[in-house]
T-cell receptor, first 112, second 114 residues
């Protein structure tokens, strides 16, 4: 059973557009929700993260929106650039065991 | 963040052999994890490497197949034993400075078993 469900699987956005990736979870023991960016041949790099006591966090062009009651969170990339083309993973950490569970990934392609 | 070095970065191995992957961190960390990422797939946790004690394995992963060592707070190894083509994956080391902090990843080891 997948602990964190991520959609869409792939996304094509025009340069300057907004990219939106969604994730959902069921386990209420999750207490930390990071997003990772992965380029081909590289390990995942921490992009931005949020804790459930906050509804939104913004860092530059990247924003996480968090809906605790719906158990959903999303990543918004404003003014998307070709350099943002990568695979994005959402994740959730289990408070009880300090383990991370990852979504299935979204391959983003930003067209010039 | 932490600087994480994984060796080797890639390898091609014969089936039936074993490969040991090293993970070195530039500073002491409490948490170290090993993940597997199959081509085009998400990350699956193999085990938590515990310093001074046996690793904690996730369902579907066993010590005989994936023995792990963690002799100190900056170093760990993962061995992929008796390899088959199904073991072809990227293996990633991840660390967290303390409990309940961010997790950072190494560059990964791309393993191909032929």
């Amino acid at each position: 059973q997948q602990q964190v469900k991520q959609s869409p699987q792939s996304l094509i956005v025009q340069k300057g557009g907004i990219s939106i990736i969604n994730c959902a979870y069921e386990n209420t023991a999750f207490d930390y929700f990071p997003w990772y960016q992965q380029f081909p041949g590289k390990g995942p790099a921490l992009l931005i993260a949020i804790r459930p006591d906050v509804s939104e966090k913004k860092e530059g062009r990247f924003t996480i929106s968090f809906n605790k009651s719906a158990k959903q969170f999303s990543l918004h990339i404003m003014d998307s650039q070709p350099g943002d083309s990568a695979t994005y993973f959402c994740a959730a950490r289990s408070r009880n065991f300090n383990k991370f569970y990852f979504g299935s990934g979204t391959k983003l392609n930003v067209k010039p | 963040s932490a600087v994480i070095s994984q060796k080797p970065s890639r390898d091609i191995c014969q089936r039936g052999t074993s490969l040991t992957i090293q993970c070195q961190v530039d500073s002491q960390v409490t948490m170290m994890f090993w993940y597997r990422q199959q081509p085009g797939q998400s990350l699956t946790l193999i085990a938590t490497a515990n310093q001074g004690s046996e690793a904690t394995y996730e369902s579907g992963f066993v010590i005989d197949k994936f023995p792990i060592s963690r002799p100190n707070l900056t170093f760990s190894t993962l061995t992929v034993s008796n390899m088959s083509p199904e073991d072809s994956s990227i293996y990633l080391c991840s660390v967290g400075r303390t409990v309940n902090t961010e997790a950072f990843f190494g560059q990964g080891t791309r393993l191909t078993v032929v």
